[in-house]
Structure formats: C-alpha cells, structure tokens
C-alpha cells in the first residue's frame, strides 16, 4: 500500500526498472523459493527504503482504501433508516443522470400515484385499453350508443364517451364525499384489490375485494349488525359517549356504491337499486348498462383500464373529502347531522333526560349552529323508540322490536 | 452528364437511405437501411439538455473548450452513446432503466459487459459536465463553500495542496479516464478511474482504480484469504459486504479526445493535458460539489417519501 501510493507521485518507470532480478542460489526446491522469497523481501524493503529516503515531503495521496474506509464503527454508527435517507437524497440528486428516458408507462405510478379526473386524455384512455370491447356477437345492444365501430371482430368503445361518462362519474363521487357519504369501492376480479383499495384510502371510503354477501344491505342487521359503529364529528374525529345508542341503530349503509366488475356483482347492484342508492360501474359492451346509475362505457377486463378508473374516482373523492375538511375547519358543516342522535347526558341529569332530548332533538333538525356530531355517516337511520335499559331480557326483547320492525324493510309494498 | 455524377458521388443512395423508418426500432433499422443516421433520437435513451445548451454549442466552455472541441466532447459522443444504449437495451426488460441503475446492475456482470461502460461513459459524462456548468456568465473562478472548504483543509491541509494532487493524480494516469473528488464517510478523498470505471458504490466491481498494466501487486492465489477464520480477517472488524460509500463530489474528464482539439501539446504530450487540467481547475462549480457534499451528509435531512 505504502510503496503504491508513494511511487505513484514519483514515477513507476524507476520501479519497474529494478524491482525483479534473477536468482541466484542452486540449492533444493523448498530452500530456493524460500530463499528465493527472502530476496524478494529484502529487494522490496531496500527499495522502499530507497525511495522513502529520496522523497522528503512524500505524503501519501489521500485514496480510497476500501479496507479502512469502511470500518466497523463508521458502518454501524449510523443507522439504517439514515443511511436509507442519504441514499435516497443521492439519489435525487445523481440518479437521473447519462441520458433522459423517454415518457413511458411505469405499472406502479397507476397504483401509487394514480391520475386525478383533470388527467384523464383520450391517450391516457387509449393506452390503457380502454377502448377494447368484447366480440361483436356477444354485445348487449343497449350499449350502441357508446360504440364507434368493430375492428378486427370485436366492438371499439368510443373514447370521448367514456371520457365524459367518467368524468361525471368522478363529479358524483366528489360531491358524495364531499357532503360526507358512505363511498364503497367493489372490485371483485382476481388483480383489482390493489386498485380498490387505494381509491377507498384516497377518498376515505370503504373498498370490498372478496365476494359481496347477498343481502347486506336488505338484510342488513343480521349480516352486519355486529359490526363496530363509531360517531364522528366534523373534523372526522371520534366522539365518545354514544355507544348505548349505537347499539341499537340499525345497520349502516353506502351512500354510493362504485362497481369495477358489474357482471360479476348484479346482487349488490339489485341490492342498491332496490334501496335507492346510486351505483357507478364499468360497463363492457357485453354488461347490461340499466344495472348502474352511472355507467362509464370501458374495458373492464383490463386490469390497467380499471386501475386508471378507479384512480380518478379515487382522486375525485380525496377533492371532496378535502373540500369537506377545509369547509369544517371554517365551521361551515356541508352535511346534515344523523337523525335522532342525542348527546351523551351526565347521570344525574337523568331525571331532565326527556326534556332535554326534545330540546337536543330540536337542536339537532336546526344543523348549522348545533352540535355538529354524526355518525359516520347515517343518513337513513330509523326512528327511535324510547326505552331505557333494565336488563338483558329487556335489551333482547328491545332488539328484535327494532330488528323487525317494519321501517327497517326498505322495499315498499306495493299493492 | 450531372445525374451521372451525383450518382458516382452517392447523392442518390444517401438520399435513399436517410428516410428515416419511423416506429422500426433501431435494431430493425440498422439491418433495413444498413448504416442508420446517428442522430435520430427516436430510442428510449436520448442525449440529456445541460442548462446553457444554446450558448454552449455556439461558444464552447469559455476558457476551457471551443465550440468545436465542446461538440466533439459532448454533443457527438453522447450522441454515440445514447445510440449504442439504444441498441444494447431495446426490446429487453431493462429497457426503461436509468443509466445509473443500469451501470450498478451491469457492474457485477460480466455478459453486460459493454452496456455497463456504455451507461458509465454516459454518467460520468453528464456529471463531469455538470460539475463545470453554469461559470459561463461568471469571469472569476467560484470557490467552495465553508463547509466544503473546512473539509478539504481537514484531509488536505490546504486547496493549494488538493489542487496540486489533484492535477498530479489526472496528470500521471496513461490513458482514458476519470479522477473524482468523493467524499467518503465524511472526509473527502482523490480517486482515479481507468477507462469507464465508476466511483458508485454499487458499482465497485468496475471501480477500476488501477491501472492493471502497471499496478498488479496483489496476490494472484487468493485461496484462503476471505472468510472468518482466514490470516487477513482476523481482528478486523466486519465490514458491510460491497463497495465503500462513496458520494462523488466532481470530476475531471481526461478522455484523449476532450482535450485534443484545443489543447494541442506544444513540447510534448503531458503538456497539452496539464493545460486542459489547469484550465478545468478554474472551471469549476464549487456549488455543486458543495450542495453535493451536503446532502450526502445530512443523515436525517428531511427528506419526503415520493412512494406514500
């Protein structure tokens, strides 16, 4: 080490020059290249001595070692979460450099950062195979209206018309979440988790990935009655004290249901269309398009269409929840309170528990300058009977009184 | 009589084959047209845009290349590159990657051989002259800032000394190559690269920071000089398997055909270099070494995750 930097300051030709010379002892194998070894070792630190004593101020060029670069301490003194940041500032700052890369489709961009309505092209659409129908036999002639043509035996989906299909779609969504509803993303194919998932996150909503359970809505308290119910103010944060009521409120429901795969989930869709809650789907040109409020005529069985589908309604519902956030922060409440809800009372005031849940009770209709808690969300809930609870034969009895009650029926008779 | 001589000369066939086959991809081409137009950017990778592109092409680096000599050294070879990129990557699963990525991949395999120094000669290209952008406005030389220059001072006892090493290391290698200020574990270091050898860390296994032909002193037997219970191991402590961390800091081209054009040597070859060297010297942007050296040490810099 010593030798190499020192004669890289000084030239290597004087090096070279008398570094090897023959050997000159005959004695056996093991003694010459032992001696021969010895020669070597006194040429090597004659030379070195020469060179040392020829060189006055020879420091060493400060180069990279890498045995003493990386020494135990400074490879663990840091730990790894920083030596990840660092890694990751180097590389904004030197990754990118050698050549540009042209603009070209990166899969995980459409999941981490999917495209907002205001990105939606025909070229975005195209790329993603949006435009790709089925087979000419098998369309659902209801869908004529949203067909440009055939090529190559299968029906083109018209691109400006799923451009603004979507893009009403995603204006629904937003305004949804932006008067607080329930918005449930369902996309049931095999590939589509990812997608939905992320589109619920984003609009803080709710996703469904695994097989709808029929009646879940029309059947509601008994699939779903079990499940934990929280009330939340107008900033989204949990208020405490309500559990007795929500313990006896019927089961809550979507506001707005969106449907990546409607062939494959026309319970849910019956379901909703039966208890007046609108539904966005991805309509095929072989799906029946009178299953959806909103239908946005594409490919539902490209898994990148869907992806970008479900990104812009996605970002459509972050907007709104923003909107709905931002608006709260200024004390402007964009949706109306849940319906017979009362605060929390202290025990002593039980006694004033009537009068006083009239006057909550009012307060509550008034909306704007009343208490701003709703239950996250309910915006159909039933109508309340006042029982107070002794014991658990009463709590019993009180729930089937509630369950079958016929309120909770949502389809009218019609006779 | 005219047509007669156009076609001698080759008007007609060069006419002919420089219609350009638009979505063929360049592999394609090459076989269709038989020698395809260097500069038809249609590839994945094309030649990046330094800041004062204009008034470089038509002035050159003021006082450190001409117009011509700045053509040669970048427009035409990062021109080569990127069309030999092109066609090493296209059609394969790499195709999209970075030239940085790509290098740190390619290092360790020997098959990727070309593509490695393909994607390095590109890097250390646009880095070198990265580190020399931006003076073109300023007349006096920019110097490192304070943090910088109280490194430099701690390894190198003064800048007069760093520039002496400096120039004598580039001065002293034969050949084509690269010498990089880096700095490492916070102190800053002088590290010469044959050819495309590459000072990132992941790609240490083409560091080549040796010449070969002149330093070969390590053992050629290695059997036995790794693992935990060899002679070399013993006490020292257990490093982190691969390349040193190392953060470039600048750069120095010393590629032959940079400086040729303007630096034609006068008493000798080692003259027109050692000019060139002294004539970067001044070129460079201790702004960027400097923000460079800054953030490869800020540890917990608040830096913003871009995947959540």
């Given at each position: 080490?010593?030798?190499?930097?020192?004669?890289?300051?000084?030239?290597?030709?004087?090096?070279?020059?008398?570094?090897?010379?023959?050997?000159?002892?005959?004695?056996?194998?093991?003694?010459?290249?032992?001696?021969?070894?010895?020669?070597?070792?006194?040429?090597?630190?004659?030379?070195?001595?020469?060179?040392?004593?020829?060189?006055?101020?020879?420091?060493?060029?400060?180069?990279?070692?890498?045995?003493?670069?990386?020494?135990?301490?400074?490879?663990?003194?840091?730990?790894?979460?920083?030596?990840?940041?660092?890694?990751?500032?180097?590389?904004?700052?030197?990754?990118?450099?050698?050549?540009?890369?042209s603009p070209h489709y990166q899969p995980n961009t459409l999941l981490n950062n999917p495209p907002s309505p205001a990105d939606v092209t025909l070229e975005l659409l195209l790329a993603s195979e949006a435009h790709q129908g089925h087979a000419t036999s098998l369309w659902n002639p209801a869908n004529a209206r949203y067909i440009h043509g055939i090529r190559q035996g299968i029906h083109i989906i018209s691109l400006e018309t799923t451009a603004a299909h979507l893009r009403r779609a995603a204006k629904v969504v937003q305004e949804v979440s932006r008067r607080g509803g329930i918005v449930l993303f369902v996309g049931t194919r095999p590939g589509q988790e990812r997608a939905v998932v992320k589109a619920a996150e984003l609009s803080k909503g709710y996703h469904l990935f695994e097989r709808w359970i029929p009646g879940s809505i029309t059947n509601g308290q008994q699939i779903l009655g079990r499940c934990k119910t929280k009330v939340v103010n107008e900033k989204d944060e949990e208020v405490q004290g309500f559990e007795e009521q929500l313990f006896d409120r019927a089961a809550l429901r979507p506001d707005l249901v969106v449907c990546l795969n409607p062939l494959?989930?026309?319970?849910?869709?019956?379901?909703?269309?039966?208890n007046n809650i609108p539904t966005i789907g991805v309509i095929d040109t072989?799906?029946?398009?009178?299953?959806?409020?909103?239908?946005?005529?594409?490919?539902?069985?490209?898994?990148?269409?869907?992806?970008?589908?479900?990104?812009?309604?996605?970002?459509?519902?972050?907007?709104?929840?923003?909107?709905?956030?931002?608006?709260?922060?200024?004390?402007?409440?964009?949706?109306?309170?849940?319906?017979?809800?009362?605060?929390?009372?202290?025990?002593?005031?039980?006694?004033?528990?009537?009068?006083?849940?009239?006057?909550?009770?009012?307060?509550?209709?008034?909306?704007?300058?009343?208490i701003s808690s709703h239950i996250k969300p309910e915006l159909f809930s039933t109508s309340k009977s006042d029982h107070s609870l002794h014991n658990a034969d009463d709590l019993g009895d009180m729930l089937d009184e509630t369950n079958n009650h016929e309120t909770n029926r949502r389809i009218k008779q019609v006779v | 009589m005219i047509i007669r001589t156009l076609c001698r000369r080759g008007f007609f066939q060069e006419a002919v084959a420089t219609t350009p086959a638009k979505r063929i991809a360049p592999q394609f081409s090459r076989q269709i047209h038989g020698t395809p137009r260097l500069n038809e950017q249609v590839g994945i990778h094309r030649?990046?845009?330094?800041?004062?592109?204009?008034?470089?092409?038509?002035?050159?680096?003021?006082?450190?290349?001409?117009?011509?000599?700045?053509?040669?050294?970048?427009?035409?070879?990062?021109?080569?590159?990127?069309?030999?990129?092109?066609?090493?990557?296209?059609?394969?699963?790499?195709?999209?990657?970075?030239?940085e990525k790509l290098l740190i991949e390619c290092a360790r395999d020997p098959q990727r051989a070309y593509l490695f120094n393909l994607a390095s000669m590109a890097?250390?290209?646009?880095?070198?002259?990265?580190?020399?952008?931006?003076?073109?406005?300023?007349?006096?030389?920019?110097?490192?800032?304070?943090?910088?220059?109280?490194?430099?001072?701690?390894?190198?006892?003064?800048?007069?000394?760093?520039?002496?090493?400096?120039?004598?290391?580039?001065?002293?290698?034969?050949?084509?190559?690269?010498?990089?200020?880096?700095?490492?574990?916070?102190?800053?270091?002088?590290?010469?690269?044959?050819?495309?050898?590459?000072?990132l860390a992941g790609a240490h296994y083409r560091r080549q920071s040796v010449d070969m032909n002149t330093q070969n002193t390590s053992p050629v037997n290695s059997a036995g000089s790794f693992g935990d219970s060899s002679e070399v191991q013993k006490g020292k402590p257990k490093a982190p398997f691969g390349g040193v961390d190392v953060t470039p800091l600048l750069c120095v081209n010393t590629w032959e055909h940079v400086w040729t054009t303007d630096y034609v040597p006068q008493y000798g070859f080692l003259h027109g270099k050692r000019a060139y060297l002294e004539k970067w010297w001044d070129k460079i942007n201790w702004d960027v070494a400097g923000h460079l050296a800054k953030v490869s040490k800020s540890a917990n810099g608040a830096q913003k995750n871009r995947f959540v």
């Open positions: 080490m010593i030798i190499r930097s020192v004669v890289w300051r000084q030239g290597r030709r004087a090096v070279a020059q008398k570094f090897w010379q023959p050997l000159r002892t005959f004695s056996s194998a093991v003694d010459s290249i032992d001696s021969s070894a010895q020669n070597s070792l006194k040429q090597l630190h004659s030379l070195e001595a020469q060179i040392n004593a020829a060189a006055p101020t020879a420091t060493p060029v400060a180069s990279i070692d890498p045995e003493t670069a990386t020494t135990a301490q400074s490879a663990v003194s840091e730990s790894l979460a920083d030596q990840y940041h660092r890694f990751k500032a180097r590389e904004s700052e030197l990754g990118d450099l050698g050549t540009e890369i494959e989930n026309y319970v849910l869709l019956h379901e909703c269309a039966l072989n799906a029946d398009p009178t299953w959806v409020t909103y239908p946005i005529p594409a490919n539902d069985d490209s898994l990148r269409c869907i992806q970008v589908i479900a990104g812009v309604l996605g970002r459509a519902g972050e907007q709104g929840s923003k909107q709905r956030l931002a608006a709260a922060e200024k004390g402007v409440i964009t949706f109306p309170p849940a319906r017979n809800l009362r605060l929390p009372e202290e025990p002593e005031a039980e006694a004033e528990a009537p009068k006083r849940e009239s006057e909550a009770l009012g307060r509550l209709l008034d909306g704007a300058e009343a | 030649v990046p845009k330094l800041n004062e592109h204009e008034s470089l092409v038509q002035n050159g680096v003021p006082g450190l290349l001409s117009a011509q000599g700045y053509k040669t050294a970048w427009s035409d070879y990062m021109e080569y590159l990127t069309y030999e990129m092109n066609v090493a990557v296209s059609g394969k699963e790499y195709q999209h990657q970075t030239p890097w250390n290209n646009h880095f070198f002259f990265k580190g020399i952008s931006g003076v073109n406005a300023k007349p006096k030389p920019s110097q490192p800032s304070s943090d910088l220059l109280q490194l430099i001072n701690h390894d190198f006892s003064s800048m007069d000394t760093l520039r002496e090493d400096f120039l004598a290391t580039a001065e002293a290698m034969f050949g084509p190559g690269f010498v990089w200020l880096v700095q490492v574990n916070n102190h800053i270091r002088i590290l010469p690269t044959y050819n495309a050898g590459s000072p």
